[in-house]
Each structure stands twice: as C-alpha cells, then as structure tokens.
C-alpha cells in the first residue's frame, strides 16, 4: 500500500530525520521539488496539500543524510531570487556572491550615472549566475558569458535559457580562458567586467567542498593567471570609463594589490568586506 504524507508530515519526517534545525530550508527547498513548488513560501500555502511523491522525497532525504548536497540532489539551486541549474562541472552558487553583484551594481549606477547601457562581460561565469542576477539590477544591452570548459558551458546555457525573461536579446556565450577572444570593447556603452575565478591558494576547504565541488572552480596558484589575463586584457579598453568586479578573499587579497599596484595603478581600486567580515569584493574603476 502506498505511503501518504501531507507537505506538512513531509516536513516533520525530513527534521526528524535529519535532526537539525538548521536544515530546515533543505528540507522545504526538497518538497518545492517534488510538488513543483517555485517560491519558498508555498510550504506555508500548501502545507495540507499531499506530498506527490513519498519515496522520491525520501530518497531525496537519504541523500542528503549522506553528505551530498541539496543543490546536487536535485539539479537546481536558488540564486538572487532566480533558479539555476547546477551539477558537479559547476560551482554551486553561493550567498557571499550574492552581496559581490548587489556591491556591483551599486557601484556601477553611482560610477557610470544613467548616460549608457551595459555590456556585461561575466568571465569564468560557470552557472552563469552573476551575469545573468546583473540583468535584474541594471539596463544590460549585451550580456557575454564565457568559461574555459564546455561541460561548464552546457550548464550556462540551461540557464541562460531557464532566465531568457529577464535577459537582454544580446545574449552571447565563448568558450575562453578569460577574455582573449574579445577583440574590440563597444564604445557606445558602460563596459563592465565582472569575474569569480579561482582564489584558494593553501586556505582550508571544507570535506564537502573537496568531494563535491570541481577543482578547477576553486584553486589557483599565487600568480593569479585568471586575475592577469584579464586585467591585461582589460588594458585595450578605450572608453573613457570601465569598471571590472572580482570576487576575492583575504588569502589572495594581499597578492593581487599587489599585480593591481605594479602593473594596473591607472585603476582605482576600492576594497569591500562581505557580511562575515571578510575582503570579498575588489571594484576597479577606470
């Protein structure tokens, strides 16, 4: 006979399980896929409303119980108010990237005023997650999405298509290092780059990171390739103004000043702290 459990027994079975009152919005984010849920409020809506699947939710729940993530258990992940799909050839979005966009935008309307549009050039986009909230903050013309891997790629473009409401026609997507294959920045519009590469040099990684989330996502060496390269692209820009975004972290704070001091002094350079404490936000203006 088979299993019936309103949303609400769901949720009672999943914390009873999972014996943490902290994973409580694991468990909401587990029932919203399995009722094909949206919004996580619809656990407070429908409540009464019986769970479509028992044992999907519970296979779901052993999962979990196991280590892996929610965001790989069920493909998806939400992101600035925004789904996204993810898998292990990705970097599952993150909170404190959320705070490097809104810093972003921020920045960027106070910086360029109102005279343009944007062409975003979102660098080792990996979900695509920062280009594409950006468009939720600022008039983006043309968006640009690019990473090094094709499997990285393919995930941008789920994206790209899951969000096509709020993007611009100018979508474009390049498989690149970093910047290389751009060979001319437009002149008629606010030029932004915006880019999360890899910063961990020896800082400690968590179990789950290491097991679940893709090396070249994470690690880099103390010559920061990615930072260079586009720093060094970012030189054949001729506007008279242009704003380049990285994310970054106290460990590898000290090492690009310096590449930014040395060989990048035309830029001024502001630093901010992410809701921990912590150097998270490098904003470049031209």
Partial sequence: MDEHFTVLDAYNYGVKQLKNPNQEVEIRLIINKVNGYNDMSAFYIHKYDELKDVKLFKKYIRKYRQGIPVSLILGETYFDGLKFVVNRHVLTPRMETEEVIKKAAEVARIYFGNRLPYTVYDVCTGTGCIGISLCQHLPVQTLILSDYYEKVLN?????????????????????????????????????LIIANPPYI???????????????????????????????????SIHNDKAL???????????????????????????????????????????
């Fill in 155 to 191: 995930v941008t473009r789920e994206n790209v298509r899951l969000n096509k409401k709020i993007l611009p026609r100018d979508v474009s997507i390049k498989k690149q290092d970093s910047l290389e294959k751009i060979t001319s920045f437009d002149r008629d519009s606010n030029i």
């Fill in 201 to 235: 040099i020896d800082a400690p990684v968590s179990e789950e990171t290491k097991k679940y989330e893709p090396n070249y996502a994470l690690y880099t060496t103390s010559n920061l390739d990615v930072y260079r390269k586009i720093l060094f692209k970012a030189n």
């Fill in 244 to 286: 380049i975004v990285f994310e970054i972290s106290d460990e590898i704070k000290p090492l690009i000043d310096k590449l930014v001091t040395d060989y990048f002094s035309f830029y001024k350079k502001n630093y901010y702290k992410d809701l921990n404490g912590q150097y998270r936000i490098l904003v470049l203006e031209k």
